[in-house]
């Protein structure tokens, strides 16, 4: 009886403890919908897609620096061969350093020749430019290569080399792409109801008294000078770091947000490989593109928004229109053919269906 007891007790006692302390599956579960349903909001996919950015640079990276490029190494070799073949072909001969001028020139142009032709096989078929794996996969370079990807710009200035490189880059745009359009969607959604705040509280303070039940819809001309504007600063401001050209500045502003990416100019390169003078204010200058990039995307999710319903606007005044056409042109040619005009005006103004096929079987068979 009392080890009957004392089961019973125990039992009591785990019952009570499952019914009033919490599940931690539940916890878990609950914290998982928490997660899902911030993640889904403006803020949560903005997060998202910039902590999307900046863990896959941090993986680029470890995955391209563990090994150094191989044509490095194989300049590296031709420089040392080329420096010896000058010293034995040159001042190593006695009779060419000291009284040959001629054959010290030839045999050191020679050296040069074979030299110079080993490089640019490097630079055209190896696309040697002279920086190794630390100087090609900066955090800031990383972090815009991950935009490149899941914005689908791609600019080509850096590309993985590595079978694993490109094997994670397959799985990143897979991934990162349909985040992109769930954040162009969210903050286009987000920016379009803030622009036409903006507007309809400019449109009040203007003095323009607005009708009961009007609806202010923003004209698609406020969105082109957006965009417009935006354009034009970052075209200014590309010029003036990059000591471009205007029209460069406007092109290359123009290819990224519209996401072609021709990749001939990018901020912080200055040309083939060559790196800009200051290596930092070249790092600042990719991250700022980011930012100006992801910015601009999202400007234009909201330009797409809000000349998405001028234009439904205007389609819609459009049928009307056409509705109101067909029925003029209908009523004149109805007066063509000789109708009564009391009798027709009368009826027209509550058509019906006896009236349309009257209609049809006159105009078959006139008087």
């Not at 899902?36 to 941090?58: D, E, N, P, R, W």
């Not at 031709?78 to 072909?89: E, I, S």
């Not at 078929?125 to 991950?146: E, H, I, N, S």
Request: hydrophobic fraction near 40%; charge should be positive.
């Amino acid at each position: 009886m009392s080890r009957r007891a004392m089961r019973s007790s125990l039992r009591s006692r785990d019952s009570s403890s499952t019914s009033t302390g919490p599940d931690p599956r539940e916890r878990v579960k609950d914290c998982c919908r928490k997660l899902v349903a911030f993640m889904c909001t403006q803020v949560g996919v903005g997060g998202l897609i910039v902590g999307y950015a900046v863990v896959g640079a941090f993986g680029f990276i470890h995955i391209e620096t563990m090994s150094e490029y191989p044509e490095l190494v194989r300049v590296a070799q031709a420089r040392n061969v080329c420096a010896d073949d000058l010293w034995v072909k040159t001042a190593g001969d006695s009779l060419v350093n000291t009284l040959n001028k001629t054959a010290f020139e030839l045999r050191t142009r020679a050296v040069l020749k074979e030299f110079e032709k080993q490089l640019v096989h490097m630079a055209q078929v190896k696309k040697y430019d002279g920086r190794g794996v630390k100087d090609v996969w900066t955090f800031p370079a990383a972090l815009m290569f991950c935009m490149s990807v899941f914005t689908m710009i791609g600019y080509g200035n850096i590309v993985p080399r590595t079978h694993l490189g490109r094997w994670a880059t397959v799985m990143y745009a897979v991934i990162g792409i349909p985040l992109y359009i769930l954040y162009f969607m969210n903050m286009g959604k987000v920016l379009a109801q803030s622009f036409r705040w903006l507007y309809r509280r400019a449109h009040e303070c203007a003095g323009k008294q607005r009708t009961e039940g009007e609806r202010i819809i923003v004209p698609s001309t406020a969105c082109l000078w957006v965009i417009f504007g935006y354009v034009l600063a970052g075209s200014v401001t590309f010029a003036q770091w990059e000591n471009w050209g205007f029209l460069d500045s406007v092109y290359f502003c123009v290819t990224s947000l519209c996401k072609i990416g021709m990749g001939d100019f990018v901020p912080g390169v200055t040309g083939f490989g060559s790196r800009d003078r200051s290596h930092t204010s070249s790092q600042t200058k990719l991250v700022i593109n980011f930012v100006f990039l992801l910015l601009g995307m999202g400007l234009i999710a909201m330009c797409y928004n809000l000349m998405r319903e001028d234009v439904r606007v205007k389609a819609r005044e459009l049928r009307e229109f056409l509705k109101r056409t067909v029925e003029e042109l209908r009523l004149k040619f109805l007066l063509c053919c000789h109708f009564p005009v009391n009798e027709m005006l009368t009826r027209y103004a509550n058509p019906g269906e006896e009236y349309t096929k009257e209609i049809s079987t006159k105009s078959l068979h006139p008087p």
